[in-house]
């Protein structure tokens, strides 16, 4: 095959050849899961150090349903499903990040992240934090709330803050990862859209995902990828008209500006580098961290500020 | 005069037409300030209930050098400036959001801005909370950074989170606003290119300093109104090329799209409407502030959580 690399910027030691996998899924989990590795193995062939893969790919979107029968989907950690992706990063000498239904226990079930390092060791897991139960949507159902907090994974090519999906739209989250010492972050998705809404709100709900995205890498002065699925996936249970998931995984350096973006329908592998010294040079011009007022900020873990007369002591402003 | 907002949606009791005040500044105060009541006052007569001006509107953006002299350009709150703009406001029946050097005491300096209401009242203030100091920008030499925290300024026509220019890059001081009951964000500036950048990374900051403020629009659920100056402005002390302000005031709404947008050059009243109800149907689909972890975001009051072997007992993270 022909280098994907070959028409960038020439490799130096500071740039890292990653690669998004951004793929349709099926009923069959062992169709998602070959097509899965099949893709790894041609990213990492073409020369991809890193390779993400986008939320839940080795199944449907089934959260879009409340039904039991999803529970047989989970599976521990490790387990054979981490145990088979571990085993294509050892053999192609990659870092992988994987998104999986973990049960804990038959009583607890999360929707985690597992980082695959390069000699096939689990760097690392991360529980998304924050979960959404909207129409579509429905995984407070499925998962209890991350307990890891937000921790970064410290990898061989290094330190990746890796989140999930609805953590996306969380600022507190981007940022907790990087005070943590994350060098990139890391946003494997399942988003897409209601096909009753009209296009102008698709726009604006596709935009917004990607400012605030975006915006994160800006605020905190690294890069950022994001992995979302496409294709349109029927909602079982006919309570809405399902979902057109909408692609436009992409990838932004530490000023937030664009380096690479799929589009919303096509299965690919989208190869591009990050410059890992950049951060360095734009948190020189825009030292955001210096001057941030952390004597002020302890209303942030505070659930609402507005004072009101339905106030009571745990929503009261203590300013 | 025609009515500036003759085509644009109804008016309905739901909608607040409002005006951004972008435009150049000279070394002559009162030609500033004669210019900044003129605009204010078409603007009102154009049907505008809220007006906001850029930040130090009163001056040319003198924090280029370290200047002793400029301390003579500060004054006390309230003052004769505020009570130029008091004036006016009340005259015009408009809430003003007016920013300025403010004068504590002749040891204490402020970056404050003044909210007037439409009976001539000063509606509140705010001080600049975090304080830029880089070349060109030397603001920790003139100002004292804000101890009035992030409290939304009561109004008239509803509760204004007035935050100034450097604050834009934190989404900690828009959150903080927001869960206090801000209904609109907004955020008078001075920020321009350096000349001596090239094109693309002028490009790269434009870009960057539009998404990270649409994206508090969008994290929050409000409404965001942004106003800056334009003109070239020299660097008295010759250590920099001088400050090309780029303009670009813009409004967005709660889903941080588009609503309008000024170009980067010219002196422009910029009308257009804010949707108050807006933001309650966004915030029912996007409803990020339901699942906050504000049991895991304490680590947002420290200054930096990554375990190293220089971490001392206040870079600690204490999860």
């Given at each position: 095959m022909t280098n994907p690399y070959s028409d960038r910027e020439n490799t130096s030691g500071s740039t890292l050849p990653i690669a998004l996998i951004q793929q349709q899924y099926s009923q069959e989990q062992g169709k998602n899961i070959a097509a899965n590795i099949s893709a790894i193995r041609k990213a990492a062939q073409g020369g991809a150090k890193l390779v993400v893969l986008s939320e839940l790919?080795?199944?449907?979107?089934?959260?879009q349903t409340h039904n039991y029968d999803n529970f047989e989907l989970a599976e521990p950690i490790p387990g054979k499903t981490t145990d088979a992706f571990a085993a294509v990063a050892k053999q192609e000498n990659i870092v992988l990040v994987t998104s999986l239904f973990e049960r804990r226990s038959t009583a607890i079930y999360h929707n985690s992240a597992v980082v695959l390092d390069c000699d096939g060791s689990i760097a690392g897991i991360y529980r998304k934090m924050h979960i959404p139960d909207d129409p579509g949507y429905h995984e407070k159902f499925y998962f209890t709330p991350g307990d890891l907090g937000f921790e970064p994974i410290a990898t061989s090519i290094g330190k990746l803050g890796v989140l999930i999906c609805w953590d996306q739209w969380y600022p507190e989250a981007a940022r907790l990862m990087t005070l943590a010492g994350a060098e990139i972050l890391v946003y494997p998705t399942a988003i897409g859209w209601d096909p009753d809404d009209d296009k102008a709100e698709q726009q604006r709900q596709l935009e917004a995902w990607i400012t605030i995205q975006r915006s994160h890498a800006i605020a905190n002065g690294v890069p950022l990828i994001s992995v979302n699925r496409v294709g349109f996936e029927k909602d079982l249970s006919k309570k809405?008209?399902?979902?057109?998931?909408?692609?436009?995984s992409f990838v932004v350096g530490?000023?937030?500006?664009?380096i690479a973006r799929a589009n919303n329908s096509d299965n690919t592998i989208l190869y591009t580098k990050i410059d890992l010294q950049q951060n360095k040079q734009v948190r020189q011009i825009w030292p955001f961290m210096r001057d941030r007022r952390v004597d002020a900020y302890s209303g942030l873990t505070q659930r609402w500020l507005e004072k009101t007369i339905t106030s009571n002591s745990t929503s009261t402003d203590k300013r």
């Open positions: 790919h080795t199944s449907l979107y089934f959260c809405t008209a399902g979902a057109q998931f909408w692609g436009n530490a000023q937030g500006e664009f």
